[in-house]
């Protein structure tokens, strides 16, 4: 398999990130929509000209992570899967998943509309507008029990893409999240950052 994209997508991360956990081989592809001849290779293969892209052993793409992330978890099975198959223990876990994706929406979000357009033209009420919601996903994130980890005992894609989320954030949008603010998630993506399986897939400076 081949993932596109590079790790400054924290989407094409989480992904990445899992699949190494675990342990499914893949290739990596860093191409960026922001290159005008890698946008055009991207293009080929995913007409929103977005990333990620993984293209499976048999040619066909997946483009969205969510999708990625659902096949590698069949593709490794229930006793692996960082999603659980069934029951409250499933729906806690995308509910978190979605707080976290989330938060990279409108950090995402933020992020372009202070760095894609020129100064005079940044609509800070749209960009205060998305900050405020990036801060209501962090607390309750934050409110949520860890013990140690979202769902208890078992490191799952909540905890993955909250980490990840932590990351971008520090780099990207850092008045967001200032040091001290939410120790527990800030505990949380320090021991994930530590784990050889995001060690390999680092963030890329903006």
């Known amino acids: 398999m081949k993932l596109i994209g590079r790790n400054l997508s924290p989407y094409t991360r989480r992904v990445a990130i899992a699949m190494n956990i675990l342990g499914v081989p893949h290739e990596r592809v860093y191409l960026s929509p922001w290159q005008e001849q890698q946008a055009k290779d991207i293009g080929a293969a995913n007409p929103l000209k977005r990333v990620p892209i993984l293209v499976l052993d048999d040619g066909e793409t997946l483009i969205e992570s969510g999708a990625m992330l659902d096949y590698v978890m069949e593709r490794v099975g229930p006793g692996k899967a960082l999603i659980p198959p069934a029951g409250k223990e499933r729906r806690d876990c995308l509910k978190i998943t979605a707080i976290g994706t989330g938060i990279l929406d409108k950090g995402v979000a933020a992020f372009y509309e202070r760095?894609?357009?020129?100064?005079?033209?940044?609509?800070?009420?749209?960009?205060?507008?998305?900050?405020?919601?990036?801060?209501?996903?962090?607390?309750a994130l934050e409110a949520l029990p860890m013990t140690p980890w979202f769902l208890g005992s078992t490191m799952t894609m909540a905890d993955v893409t909250a980490a990840v989320a932590v990351t971008f954030l520090s780099k990207t949008n850092p008045a967001l999240i200032p040091p001290g603010k939410y120790p527990k998630l800030e505990a949380l993506a320090a021991k994930c950052e530590a784990m050889p399986a995001f060690q390999s897939s680092p963030l890329e400076t903006p």
């Open 115 to 139: 760095t894609k357009r020129p100064a005079e033209k940044v609509h800070q009420a749209w960009h205060d507008h998305l900050a405020s919601q990036v801060i209501g996903g962090l607390a």
